[in-house]
Nanobody, 112 residues
């Protein structure tokens, strides 16, 4: 059974950094788009970044601070998050649209 699992979340102070890791098992991420979403309780799940094949996408709110990249050999996609702000606090999910695979999410909390 193919599945995604996120890790790397945690609590940091404003201005800090975290790198989220999305590992895919039972399949491959190689040729597929992988999205990063985040969700705050009471709000819609929001796509923040996409790792495509040779391309990436970021929403304006994270552009210049977040970077997504992949290691195909490790079946892993990363979301490096720098200069975090309290507005980045959310549960972060990775998603492979092909097959509609979602991870369980990892909490990111930014506070002083």
């Amino acid at each position: 059974q193919a599945q995604l699992v996120e890790s790397g979340g945690g609590s940091v102070q404003p201005g800090g950094s975290l790198t989220l890791v999305c590992t895919f098992s039972g399949g491959t991420i190689g040729p597929y788009v992988v999205n990063w979403y985040r969700q705050v309780p009471g709000n819609e799940r929001e796509r923040v970044a996409t790792s495509g094949i040779g391309s990436t996408y970021y929403i304006d709110a994270v552009k210049g601070r977040f970077t997504t990249y992949r290691d195909v050999g490790k079946n892993t996609v990363y979301l490096q998050m720098n200069n975090l702000t309290p507005e980045d606090t959310a549960v972060y999910y990775c998603n492979r649209p092909t097959g509609n695979h979602w991870g369980p999410g990892t909490q990111v909390t930014v506070s002083s």
